[in-house]
Nanobody, 121 residues
Framework: QVQLVESGGGLVQAGGSLRLSCAAS????????MGWYRQAPGKQRELVAA???????NYADSVKGRFTISRDNAKNTVYLQMNSLKPEYTAVYYC???????????????WGQGTQVTVSS
């Protein structure tokens, strides 16, 4: 099995910055894409940013130019640098990974427990 643990959330004023981290651990054979999603109260979970094992990235239009996703493959860790934060970015942020566990012949999707990001106005 693969576990994802997020860290780095918190309370920040509008215009501030936060850096989220997500470390994958467990019986990992391979990790393909990793990403960040968020879910605000009363709204559906949405993709924020994703990155492939080769480093190709994809961002939601609402965060382009403000957020940067990166990963350290040696550490099985993905990061989300969030700058110029807005109150509407307040949500629970979830880490996501497509990973292949040891002894398993396919990739599964794994989720972290989520970390709260609150941006005050």
């Amino acid at each position: 099995q693969v576990q994802l643990v997020e860290s780095g959330g918190g309370l920040v004023q509008a215009g501030g910055s936060l850096r989220l981290s997500c470390a994958a651990s467990g019986s990992i054979f391979s990790i393909n894409a990793m990403g960040w999603y968020r879910q605000a109260p009363g709204k559906q979970r949405e993709l924020v940013a994703a990155i492939t094992s080769g480093g190709s990235t994809n961002y939601a239009d609402s965060v382009k130019g403000r957020f940067t996703i990166s990963r350290d493959n040696a550490k099985n860790t993905v990061y989300l640098q969030m700058n110029s934060l807005k109150p509407e970015y307040t949500a629970v942020y979830y880490c996501n990974a497509a990973a292949q566990a040891m002894g398993v012949m396919h990739f599964d999707t794994y989720w972290g427990q989520g970390t709260q990001v609150t941006v005050s106005s």
